[in-house]
């Protein structure tokens, strides 16, 4: 699998049953671009998820290389992605 964004063109290259994931997961990315509101949405909805009761957020954990989540009991662990996490 693999997939990837590149200024405004998307690319994408996986099995069939990945396809449909990857796709939605791209498309969201541009809705992100057409649209400046809905990142900011996204990361107060994360940061809401995974913060503790005094507010801090918590620690990011590595999910794949230089790449790194927010846990919490979402539907996938990407979910929780923290794209300024430090690398």
Request: hydrophobic share 25%; proline share 9%; with cysteine.
């Amino acid at each position: 699998m693999r997939a990837g964004q590149k200024g405004e063109q998307s690319t994408s290259a996986a099995g069939p049953d990945e396809s449909l994931r990857i796709t939605i997961h791209e498309m969201s990315h541009r809705m992100e671009t057409i649209n400046p509101r809905i990142g900011p949405a996204c990361i107060s909805f994360r940061d809401r998820r995974t913060s503790n009761p005094d507010g801090t957020l918590h620690p990011p954990k590595q999910y794949a290389k230089d790449q790194f989540v927010r846990p919490d009991d979402f539907v996938d662990v990407y979910v929780g992605k923290d794209y300024d996490a430090p690398t």
